[in-house]
Structure formats: C-alpha cells, structure tokens
C-alpha cells in the first residue's frame, strides 16, 4: 500500500509524497504553476527548456548528461502542463530508488541536488539565459507549436476548447503562440524566470521509498535560495454557462477525412462537486469506454464514424467528443451523437451498460497507482485544484452511483460549441 502525505515545506512550497516500495525507481518533480495568461504563456513554456540546457556547475547538455550517469543513468525531462486555468512548467525526474542502489548510496540526495541546481542556478550568459540556448530553444518551441497540427485528432480537441474558452484563460494554449514565441530575448525570458522564481506556486512531487522526514529535509537543502515574495494563490477557474446557441467552426486543411468535435459544458460539474462521480459513469456511458454508446451505435452499428468517443476535462466542466467522419456524414454523425445523448438523458441503457462503465472506469482509477507517470500527473492536477481525494477514494464514491445520479449528470451537460476540418474538396 502507498502512504499519500502532503507537507508544506517553504512559503508557497508544496510536497505530495508517495512512499511506496513498489517500484524500482523513484520519481521527483517540481512544477512552478502560473495563472494561465496569453502574454506569459509562452515565455513560461519556454523557460523549463531554458533551464534544462545546463547548469553553473554543469553549463552543458554534455555535462548534465554525465551527471546523470552517475545517478545509474536517471532522466530529467522539462514538463509544460495545463491544469484548469493553471500552467504548470518545470521538470519531471526519474533515478534509481534508493532501496536497489549497489552500495547503499542515497541517489535521491544527489537527484534532488541536480534539479534543484538547474532550478535555481541555470547557466547564464552577462545576467541572462545564453543568447545561443535562446536562440535554439525558441525554434525548439516553435517547432513543437507547429507540429500540434500534425495530429489532426488532437489538434482538433485543442481548437474546440480554445473556441469555447475564448474569452477565457482556458482558451490559452499551453505552448503559447508563435508570435509570442518570436518577441522572447534573453533578457525578457530571465525577467519572467525571476518573477516565477519569486511569485509562482511550487509543487514538488515525490514517488519512493524514502520516508517522509529524509524527503523534506533533501528538498529543503535542494531548495535552499529560493526567492519567496508572495502571490502563490491561484484563481479559481472560471465556470460559465454554454452558449445559447452552438458556435459553429470550421477550418479547412488538405486532410482526407473530416474531424468533428463538439464542446459540452458541464453545467458548472467539476471534480471538485459531488456530482463529479456521477459524470464520470455518465461520459463512460456516453462515450468514454468501447462498450458506449457512440462506440457501439455511431461507430460500430451505423458507420458514421472512424472513431466516437467522449472525455472530460475535470478540472474546467468541459466534455469533448471527439470523432473523424467522410466529409458527407457529418450532419449525420452530429445528429446521431446528440441523439445518443438525448438516450443517456432518458435513461435509455441496460443494467449491462451501467455495470460495464463503471468497471471499466473504476478498474481505470485503481490501476492508476501502477504508472508513477499517470500518478504524478493526477497528484499535480489535484493540487492544482485544492484537492485531496486519492483515485481509490473517487473509485469508492463511483461505486456508488446510482443510474439516476448518471441521467442527473447527462441532463447537465450542454452543447456549446461544434468544430469541424474538412478536407479541401469537402
């Protein structure tokens, strides 16, 4: 079993601690979190990226990479997350636990050390990041933008949400926006490293065997000069209702099928409400597993889709159905999609439907512990929102949940925005 405990160790300074001895590696991350912001997002996206080129001590990507040899070859990767209306930047670690180490030496010291160092003592250049770094890591950004497009699935969920959220921090995208990314210099990028360093929340993040006295006194030490001037408190996310009328986009690009997304609020349902359980089975009935509805109605029985599925962004109220359509079925998908919703309204599913998506979600919830990648992003996200609730906890409360609690959630849910790429002779 794993002991979950969250301390506070500096101001504005957070530890989520994992002690396990499940895995044969432990992980460690620090994430600043930053209101998201259109004119920081992207210098904020940036700077993980920045501080990951090298060190005082290690100034090099040579150096860091013989640095982590010699913690039996652990990784540190820059992390640049979207949780609600916050950005989360910074690293994601992986070492070798403590526990399997050859001559009992404590890797964790020298882990938290280097990411600490690379945190708050980055290489620089005349009181600034290295004009050369720059240079290299805005075309890095830049690329990565650009390629969002590539996965035309994905790329069409990020375009519903930023047409829905708009006028909304929610909208920003994580990455920022190109032109955002060109205007970066040095000088401009150090100024927001500093502001982060002083004002922005940390979250630290601990998965391992070390117990929780040893992890806090390492991290401390790691930490040690850290500017603290106060500001760390997030705004709350904004909840608004659906529009009253659907917007409509589309966009055309030389693709050969058609992508359909539409964007439901959740009537104000976030995973902070008690009905958030009740969603949950709800988007499993609807969309969210291979037993529901629009994988066996609009995909499998009527072929009106490639692919049919539904997720929710918990931490905002938004649920996104994604689906790829010929460009001549797309009235037609659309009509069946809100028709298989109008069924979820009415309560229109067997006991078999109700079972299979709530074992398919709880299963989902439980095994989570299992990937210490997907429980330090779920950990993140909960602090991110101020909340407590482990996955066995949210796994208890859907067990739960009756079927009128899910038709509750189903009648909640609104359509507010529909997005569709269509192909150049479409």
């Given amino acids: 079993m794993s002991a979950v405990t969250r301390t506070q160790l500096l101001p504005g300074v957070f530890l989520t601690s994992v002690h396990t001895k499940k895995f044969k590696s432990s992980v460690l991350s620090m994430t600043l979190l930053a209101p998201l912001a259109e004119g920081d997002a992207a210098a904020n996206a940036l700077i993980p990226y ?21 913690l039996y070859g652990g990784s540190i990767e820059p992390m640049v997350r979207k949780k ?24 964790l010291d020298e882990a938290a050390g280097l990411m600490g160092e690379l945190l708050l003592r980055p290489y620089t250049r005349d009181g600034a990041f290295s004009p050369d770094y720059t240079r290299q890591e805005k075309a890095n950004l830049i690329d990565r933008i650009r390629a ?20 909304e921090p929610y909208g920003v995208n994580r990455l920022g926006r190109e032109a955002d990314v060109e205007a970066l ?5 150090w100024e927001r490293y500093q502001q982060l360093l002083a004002h922005a929340r940390l979250e630290l993040y601990y998965c391992g065997s070390a117990e929780l006295n040893r992890v806090c006194f390492i991290l401390q030490k790691a930490l040690a000069g850290l500017p603290r001037e106060g500001g760390y408190t997030l705004p709350a996310c904004t909840v608004i209702p659906a529009a009253q009328t659907p917007r409509r986009v589309e966009e055309t690009m030389d693709v ?19 009905e958030y359980p009740a969603l949950m089975l709800c988007n499993a009935l ?37 689906s790829g ?26 006991t078999w439907e109700v079972e299979g998506a709530r074992r398919y979600t709880v299963s989902s ?13 779920y950990w993140l996200g909960q602090a991110v929102a101020g909340l407590t609730e482990g996955p066995e906890e949210v796994a208890r409360a859907l067990e739960q949940v009756t079927a009128e609690q899910a038709v509750a959630a189903a009648k909640s849910l609104n359509l507010d925005t529909v997005y569709f790429l269509k192909g150049t002779e479409a």
């Fill in 50 to 70: 920045l501080l990951r080129r090298g060190s005082e001590r290690h100034p090099d990507l040579q150096a860091l990479s013989a640095a982590l040899d010699q």
């Fill in 84 to 107: 609600g209306e916050a950005q989360c930047v910074g690293f994601t670690g992986s070492f070798l636990d403590d526990a399997y180490t050859l001559d009992g030496s404590g890797v």
């Fill in 148 to 167: 969002e497009v590539n996965e035309k699935r994905s790329y069409a969920a990020n375009r519903v949400v930023e047409a829905m959220c708009a006028s």
């Fill in 185 to 189: 210099t040095p000088q401009s990028l």
């Fill in 256 to 274: 050969a099928q058609g992508k359909l997304t539409m964007g439901f609020r959740t009537g104000g349902i976030t995973a902070a409400s008690p």
């Fill in 286 to 322: 609807f969309g969210g597993t291979t037993t529901s509805k629009l994988f066996l109605n609009v995909r499998e029985k009527l072929s009106l889709c490639y692919y049919a599925s539904s997720m929710l962004h918990k931490y905002k109220g938004l649920m996104v159905v994604s």
């Fill in 325 to 350: 359509v010929e460009f001549a079925n797309v009235g037609k998908a659309e009509a069946e999609i809100r028709a298989q919703l109008e069924a979820c309204r009415k309560g229109q599913f067997e």
């Fill in 365 to 377: 919830l439980l095994t989570l512990p299992d990937s210490q990648g997907r429980q330090e992003d």
